[in-house]
Protein backbone atom coordinates (compact mmCIF):
# COMPACT_ATOMS: atom_id res chain seq x y z
CA UNK A 1 0.00 0.00 0.00
CA UNK A 2 2.91 2.80 1.23
CA UNK A 3 4.67 1.28 -2.64
CA UNK A 4 1.66 2.58 -4.62
CA UNK A 5 1.73 5.93 -3.05
CA UNK A 6 5.69 6.36 -3.97
CA UNK A 7 3.84 5.88 -7.79
CA UNK A 8 5.13 9.69 -9.47
CA UNK A 9 1.89 11.01 -11.05
CA UNK A 10 2.19 10.17 -14.66
CA UNK A 11 -0.09 13.26 -15.20
CA UNK A 12 2.23 15.62 -13.75
CA UNK A 13 6.09 16.79 -13.37
CA UNK A 14 7.29 19.70 -10.69
CA UNK A 15 11.02 20.74 -11.34
CA UNK A 16 12.29 22.96 -9.07
CA UNK A 17 14.66 25.68 -9.91
CA UNK A 18 17.43 27.37 -7.22
CA UNK A 19 18.80 30.29 -8.75
CA UNK A 20 19.38 34.15 -8.77
CA UNK A 21 15.97 36.22 -8.99
CA UNK A 22 17.05 37.93 -11.97
CA UNK A 23 17.16 34.57 -13.41
CA UNK A 24 13.85 33.89 -11.82
CA UNK A 25 12.73 37.34 -13.57
CA UNK A 26 14.05 36.66 -17.00
CA UNK A 27 11.99 33.45 -17.03
CA UNK A 28 9.15 35.07 -16.26
CA UNK A 29 8.62 37.55 -19.13
CA UNK A 30 9.75 35.04 -21.57
CA UNK A 31 7.55 32.15 -20.44
CA UNK A 32 5.11 35.16 -20.36
CA UNK A 33 5.66 36.59 -23.84
CA UNK A 34 6.62 39.67 -21.97
CA UNK A 35 10.25 41.78 -23.62
CA UNK A 36 13.06 40.33 -21.75
CA UNK A 37 13.64 43.92 -20.77
CA UNK A 38 10.37 44.16 -18.38
CA UNK A 39 12.39 41.97 -15.55
CA UNK A 40 13.94 45.46 -14.96
CA UNK A 41 10.68 46.52 -13.47
CA UNK A 42 10.07 43.12 -11.49
CA UNK A 43 11.47 43.28 -7.76
CA UNK A 44 11.54 39.72 -5.63
CA UNK A 45 12.64 39.31 -2.80
CA UNK A 46 15.41 36.61 -2.06
CA UNK A 47 13.96 33.63 -1.11
CA UNK A 48 11.10 33.51 -2.37
CA UNK A 49 8.74 31.38 -3.81
CA UNK A 50 7.58 31.43 -7.99
CA UNK A 51 5.10 29.10 -9.41
CA UNK A 52 4.71 28.61 -13.07
CA UNK A 53 1.85 26.07 -14.87
CA UNK A 54 2.35 25.14 -18.24
CA UNK A 55 0.07 23.16 -19.65
CA UNK A 56 0.36 20.46 -22.07
CA UNK A 57 -0.92 22.91 -25.21
CA UNK A 58 2.44 24.79 -24.31
CA UNK A 59 0.37 27.58 -22.72
CA UNK A 60 1.69 29.16 -19.52
CA UNK A 61 0.45 30.81 -16.47
CA UNK A 62 2.09 32.59 -13.08
CA UNK A 63 0.49 31.14 -10.20
CA UNK A 64 3.03 33.25 -7.98
CA UNK A 65 5.76 35.46 -8.26
CA UNK A 66 8.19 36.01 -5.45
CA UNK A 67 5.84 35.42 -2.80
CA UNK A 68 7.57 35.40 0.40
CA UNK A 69 4.68 34.05 3.15
CA UNK A 70 6.77 31.21 4.50
CA UNK A 71 9.48 33.98 5.85
CA UNK A 72 9.09 35.70 9.24
CA UNK A 73 9.14 39.90 9.00
CA UNK A 74 12.86 39.86 9.92
CA UNK A 75 14.11 37.54 6.91
CA UNK A 76 12.80 39.05 3.93
CA UNK A 77 15.44 40.48 2.22
CA UNK A 78 15.81 42.28 -1.16
CA UNK A 79 19.46 44.04 -1.95
CA UNK A 80 20.61 43.97 1.73
CA UNK A 81 17.54 45.82 3.12
CA UNK A 82 15.25 44.03 5.80
CA UNK A 83 11.49 44.37 5.34
CA UNK A 84 9.71 46.61 3.09
CA UNK A 85 10.44 50.16 3.42
CA UNK A 86 13.77 50.04 1.25
Known sequence: D??????ADPK???EV???HANVIRYFFCR??????????RLCTFN?????????PTGTVSCRM???IGHLPHEMCTFSMHTGFNW
Not at 2 to 7: D, P, S, Y
Not at 47 to 55: D, N
Open 17 to 19: IVC
Open 2 to 7: NKQKLV
Open 47 to 55: CSLTYFTIR
Open 31 to 40: ALQLPPEAWL
Open 65 to 67: LGD
Open 12 to 14: HEF
